[in-house]
């Protein structure tokens, strides 16, 4: 499976740039008061919270503030990404940052001692996602919270037109590279999502959709039934 760097034609300096110059339209107010409803509210006072494909580290740096006193993790497949992370300011203490394949190597963190697990973006590339969910379901601790946000399968036409459009590049170029990641885009339906969570041992809390290219969904680790 080629990187998201090589499907999209961009360096790794240009995807750092490209996903910090997008994560204010990404992680709004509009995200936040979702992410306090549905899932903030519910983690205790000092909660675990590992991000998976972290990127630049914004995220990490938004939930530092929000829960001051977390314990942040933050992982991704990228030096550049994991080098950005490290070079930011964070309200409270820094996140554990580490360049890891997330696909191909355990997380390094006990079984059953996170609170919240969080994957933006990022399960859609992996050419097999239940390692990584199983891995999930392992450090989390009975009840926590798995929270997925990612693209769902949407008609070509409104794919495009929701496309961002970079000046200076012919329109030639441009819908060149939407084309090239239409289909790791349009992977999965929001049905085939759900699918993929109960199958892998999650029991859906919620879902929502507040950009029209991508779905929100809060799942927790499925209690198995006393005696089984
Ligand atoms: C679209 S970016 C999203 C970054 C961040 N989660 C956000 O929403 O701003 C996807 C990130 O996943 C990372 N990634 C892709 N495959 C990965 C893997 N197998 N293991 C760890 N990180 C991976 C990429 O390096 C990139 O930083």
Request: with cysteine; glycine share 8%; net charge negative.
């Amino acid at each position: 499976m080629p990187t998201q760097q090589e499907i999209s034609g961009a360096s790794d300096a240009e995807f750092v740039e490209r996903m910090v110059e997008r994560y204010p339209r990404r992680f709004n107010d509009q995200y936040w008061s979702v992410f306090r409803a549905n899932v903030g509210r519910h983690l205790p006072a000092e909660p675990a919270i590992a991000d998976l494909g972290c990127g630049p580290g914004l995220y990490l740096r938004d939930l530092s503030e929000r829960h001051p006193d977390s314990r942040l993790y933050g992982f991704d497949a990228s030096a550049a990404m994991i080098d950005h992370a490290r070079g930011l300011r964070y309200p409270a203490a820094p996140p554990t940052l580490a360049v890891q394949d997330v696909e191909k190597e355990p997380l390094p963190l006990a079984a059953g001692s996170v609170d919240l697990v969080s994957m933006a973006g990022v399960l859609h590339v992996l050419d097999d996602p239940f390692g990584v969910l199983a891995e999930a379901q392992r450090v989390l601790r009975p009840g926590g919270v798995f929270l997925l946000d990612d693209w769902v399968r949407m008609p070509l036409a409104q794919y495009v037109q929701d496309r961002p459009r970079h000046r200076g590049t012919p329109p030639d170029g441009q819908r060149a590279g939407w084309l090239r990641m239409f289909p790791f885009h349009n992977k999965y339906t929001a049905e085939d999502w759900k699918w993929l969570l109960a199958e892998a041992g999650f029991s859906l809390v919620s879902t929502v959709q507040i950009r029209p290219q991508s779905q929100i969904f809060v799942a927790v680790v499925r209690m198995l039934p006393a005696g089984t």
